[in-house]
């Protein structure tokens, strides 16, 4: 079974910076893409990014576009999500996770998922 655990979470001004990094376990088939996702209180799980495990193609949210990064290390089992100019709007509890095949897909395409790691940027 597919575990994922997140870090790098925590409290940033805004216009400031976080990396968050998510550490996978078991079997994951180079088919497969992980995405991250984010859900604030009282919505709904919102998709931010994903990236083909065994290709170096990525999607984001129009609205994390030019801010965020999603990059993966193959051979480390980990995928990274790099944030930049945080706006109040960003905070969440950001969860990484895991599906078959290797689009965006949606959140209930997607068959694994992390604890999750709360940011929280304040103005």
């Known amino acids: 079974q597919v575990q994922l655990v997140e870090s790098g979470g925590g409290l940033v001004q805004a216009g400031g910076s976080l990396r968050l990094s998510c550490a996978a376990s078991g079997r994951i088939s180079s088919g497969y893409a992980l995405g991250w996702f984010r859900q604030a209180p009282g919505q709904g799980r919102e998709f931010v990014a994903a990236?083909?495990?065994?290709?170096?193609?990525?999607y984001y949210a129009d609205s994390v576009k030019g801010r965020f990064t999603i990059s993966r290390d193959y051979a480390k089992s980990k995928v990274y999500l790099q944030m930049n100019s945080l706006k109040p709007e960003d905070t969440a509890v950001y969860y990484c996770?895991?599906?078959?095949?290797?689009?965006?897909?949606?959140?209930?395409?997607?068959?694994?998922w992390g604890q999750g790691t709360q940011v929280t940027v304040s103005s």
């Open positions: 996770a895991v599906k078959q095949g290797a689009g965006r897909g949606v959140a209930n395409e997607y068959d694994y």
């Open positions: 990236i083909s495990w065994n290709v170096d193609m990525s």
